[in-house]
């Protein structure tokens, strides 16, 4: 069975947890947040990415959390992009990553 992502977002966090791993990404130590799809011939992944620090948190659209992610990230990272969809969309069989935002 899988285990599904679960995401708490409070003021200045977000609180990924998978089964019984909790990781708590602080809003300020996020460097970058960049945006691709992951193309596999028969259909496209959207994959959010997260620089915190020195690690990369990845987060797949298909994720129930991705929606609520983007949404959160979008009203308190100031200068979010959210035109990233028609950009990373729009050439097929392109990775077509793209910087969101960046401290």
Not at 59 to 64: G, L, Q
């Amino acid at each position: 069975m899988k285990t599904e992502l679960k995401v708490n977002c409070s003021p200045n966090e977000l609180l990924i947890s998978l089964g019984k791993e909790t990781v708590s990404i602080q809003l300020s130590r996020i460097s970058k947040v960049e945006i691709y799809k992951s193309d596999t011939i028969t259909f496209d992944t959207i994959v959010l990415c997260l620089h915190c620090d020195e690690r990369i948190f990845e987060m797949s659209e298909d994720s129930v959390e991705f929606d609520k992610v983007i949404a959160f990230l979008s009203n308190r990272l100031h200068g979010f992009r959210t035109d990233w969809r028609s950009i990373v969309l729009a050439v097929p069989f392109e990775e077509a990553r793209t910087i969101v935002w960046e401290a």
